[in-house]
């Protein structure tokens, strides 16, 4: 696949920059795409574009405002507290996001003549959000096809890894540092390892702790 090229959907948070730094493993061109939908974190994009740059990747932002007068939730209003009720969708669930990030990532593919699109999608650690199931991937990855008559594929290198896993995937390119230093995945918008209370600081932090622990035989703290 080196000589193909790819786009990744970049926030700049802990998932897709390892999915990043999959993409540099696998093909010859590699190209970013980001996405600003009046996130609270919005902080993130800033980052995604630093590493972008560091990595000397071209980055590509998109207004996805609509999104934010669409819907009203915790990632989108800071006046929505961030919660988790069970048997009930998140209150950080933003309704179509990932359908249109990656329809959009699609028609930018087309524009700059690529086939691939990666995702950090995980259905194992999907904090509850139907659309970073597998099967929504298979069959969005079966319409943009039909919608656009092209033969794009969606690849989600982290579909059945858990955050602990997550981290041995970077680990494994070389990028464990980088990913826990230069990424941004808290939703409150706090660097690294974020500010330790919400559900996306509690997962990465508990997946690093457990990688960490592994890797050093159960020396790690």
């Avoid at 740059?53 to 939730?73: C, R, W």
């Avoid at 930018?108 to 659309?131: E, K, L, N, R």
Wanted: charged content about 25%; some cysteine; glycine content about 6%.
């Amino acid at each position: 696949m080196k000589n193909e090229k790819a786009v990744v959907v970049f926030s700049g948070g802990q998932d897709s920059t390892t999915c990043l730094f999959w993409a540099l493993s696998k093909f010859k061109e590699v190209t970013t795409v980001t996405f600003d939908y009046g996130q609270r974190h919005a902080v993130e994009i800033e980052y995604a574009r630093k590493i972008a740059e560091e990595l000397e990747v071209p980055f590509k932002e998109l207004d996805m405002q609509l999104i934010n007068q669409l819907s009203a939730n915790a990632l989108t209003r800071d006046e929505i507290p961030i919660s988790e009720e069970e048997g009930e969708l998140p209150s950080t669930f933003v309704p179509g996001r990932n359908h249109l990030f990656l329809s959009f990532a699609a028609v930018h593919a087309q524009t700059i003549g690529a086939q691939h699109i990666i995702t950090g999608v995980s259905q194992t650690d999907f904090s509850g959000y139907p659309d970073c199931r597998d099967t929504f991937i298979k069959s969005l990855n079966v319409t943009l096809n039909l919608a656009m008559d092209a033969q794009f594929v969606i690849h989600t290198p982290l579909m059945w890894r858990d955050k602990k896993q997550v981290w041995e995937l970077s680990d494994r390119f070389g990028a464990l540092e980088f990913v826990q230093e230069k990424t941004v995945t808290c939703y409150n918008g706090v660097p690294s390892s974020g500010c330790g209370e919400c559900p996306a600081c509690q997962l990465r932090n508990d997946g690093l702790e457990a990688y960490l622990a592994e890797k050093t035989g159960g020396a790690a703290k």
